[in-house]
């Protein structure tokens, strides 16, 4: 099992950058493929971006696709997510989710893990 805890959110300008980290507990943290999944006031929740357990395959979003990176740091049980470029519409809060095992998929019900939320407010 593996608990996951956001952090980096906040509130910046249209055209601003903010990287969101997330921390793992459990020392099976690099068997599990990660993702970020964001959700806006009354939407559903939706998928960003993800990556495998060794970092060497991404999957993004086509909304964010070439503004937002993610990235893993098995060794810190981290994965993080670099904004740029953002966006009024990318106001949401964002959650990272894991994935034991498991190869990258983009639907919600894939992921076995869910941190609390991190919420990223972009102003115009």
């Known amino acids: 099992q593996v608990q996951l805890v956001e952090s980096g959110g906040g509130l910046v300008q249209d055209g601003d950058s903010l990287r969101l980290s997330c921390a793992a507990s459990?020392?099976?943290?690099?068997?599990?493929?990660m993702g970020w999944f964001r959700q806006a006031p009354g939407k559903e929740r939706e998928f960003v971006a993800a990556?495998?357990?060794?970092?060497?395959?991404?999957s993004y979003a086509d909304s964010v696709k070439g503004r937002f990176t993610i990235s893993r740091d098995n060794a810190k049980n981290t994965v993080y997510l670099q904004m740029n470029s953002l966006k009024p519409e990318d106001t949401a809060v964002y959650y990272c989710?894991?994935?034991?095992?498991?190869?990258?998929?983009?639907?919600?019900?894939?992921?076995?893990?869910w941190g609390q939320g991190t919420q990223v407010t972009v102003s115009s």
């Open positions: 989710a894991g994935r034991f095992a498991g190869s990258i998929r983009n639907a919600v019900a894939a992921y076995d893990y």
């Open positions: 459990g020392r099976t943290f690099s068997r599990y493929a």
């Open positions: 990556i495998n357990w060794t970092g060497g395959s991404t």
